[in-house]
C-alpha cells in the first residue's frame, strides 16, 4: 500500500489562489498524477492530471485556471488552483496510477466563499 499525503487545502474567498501538494511516500514512480474532487452531494469528479514526461490535461471546468506540475524526483504532484469560484468548493483528492495499479489520498478540503 502506498501513503499518498495531500496538504495545502483551506478557506478561501472567491478569485483568491490555493496550492495543493501530495507527496507519495514510495520509491515507486507513477506513470500518471492527477487530481479529483468531489462537491457534496455530488459524484467524484476529475480536475487535472500529469502524465509521463509531463502532458497535462484538464478538465473543461478548470481550464485555464488550474495548473498541474510534478517533481517526479520528490513524487510529488502540486495542484496551483487560481481565480477560484464558490462552485470549486470540494474535497481534492490525489490519485497515482501505473498501469492497472492506483492509490487515492485522503483528501484535503477546498472551500470558496462569495
Known amino acids: 500500500q502506498v501513503q499518498l499525503v495531500e496538504s495545502g487545502g483551506g478557506l478561501v474567498q472567491a478569485g483568491g489562489s490555493l496550492r495543493l501538494s501530495c507527496a507519495a511516500r514510495?520509491?515507486?514512480?507513477?506513470?500518471?498524477m492527477a487530481w479529483y474532487r468531489q462537491a457534496p452531494g455530488e459524484q467524484r469528479e476529475f480536475a487535472a492530471a500529469?502524465?509521463?514526461?509531463?502532458?497535462?490535461r484538464y478538465a473543461d471546468s478548470v481550464k485555464g485556471r488550474f495548473s498541474i506540475s510534478r517533481n517526479k524526483y520528490m513524487n510529488q504532484v502540486y495542484l496551483q488552483m487560481n481565480s477560484l469560484k464558490p462552485e470549486d468548493t470540494a474535497v481534492y483528492y490525489c490519485?497515482?496510477?501505473?498501469?492497472?495499479?492506483?492509490?487515492w489520498g485522503q483528501g484535503t478540503q477546498v472551500t470558496v466563499s462569495p
Open positions: 490519485k497515482v496510477k501505473n498501469g492497472d495499479i492506483e492509490y
Open positions: 514510495t520509491s515507486s514512480a507513477f506513470n500518471v
Open positions: 500529469i502524465v509521463g514526461g509531463g502532458i497535462t
